[in-house]
């Protein structure tokens, strides 16, 4: 696929952008790299989920059950995504992801994830909803910072995951 003058401009600019990203991991911040990262891990978000459940209203229910189809949508449009576009990740790492099934970067299925939980947790909780952009925003700072995405597939995983979770509350 031939790529526009726009194209190739920005696609060099979201790797010198990553790459200074990755720069900034060093020491302590390799480590907050590496909790952030994590924290987008979906089995942790499904066990939020079952507790929203548990512990929300009943009436507040439907509210859980539509972010839950949010981020089994979010997440298969993410997955055909990624096998469609098929774009390498910046550095292979084990421990991150599958270096069998999902590799892949383009979009960021945590920052995908995270996009969902901005949306929707304030719209829970709101007395500590404020919480889950600067999570977010750690979230996929973290997974440049190590390499396992470039700038953009983070940017558009968050949006991605917003954008769904938005047409879920509407509908």
Known sequence: MKRTPLGRWLIAKDRAISAWCRRTAQGHARRWAVLGAHLGDGWLWILVLILEWLFVPPDRRPLVARWGIAM??????????K???RR?????IGGFYSQTYDQHSFPSG??????TVV???PTLNPW???L??????WVAWSRVALGVHFLLDVVVGLALGMS???IALAV
């Open 72 to 81: 089994l949508l979010a997440g298969g449009i993410t997955t055909s995504m």
């Open 132 to 137: 889950a952009l600067p999570i977010a925003l």
């Open 119 to 121: 949306v929707f947790m």
């Open 88 to 92: 390498q990740r910046p550095v292979q």
């Open 110 to 115: 945590h920052a995908t994830r995270m996009g």
């Open 83 to 85: 096998f469609l576009w």
């Open 164 to 166: 769904i979770s938005l």
């Open 128 to 130: 500590w909803g404020w």
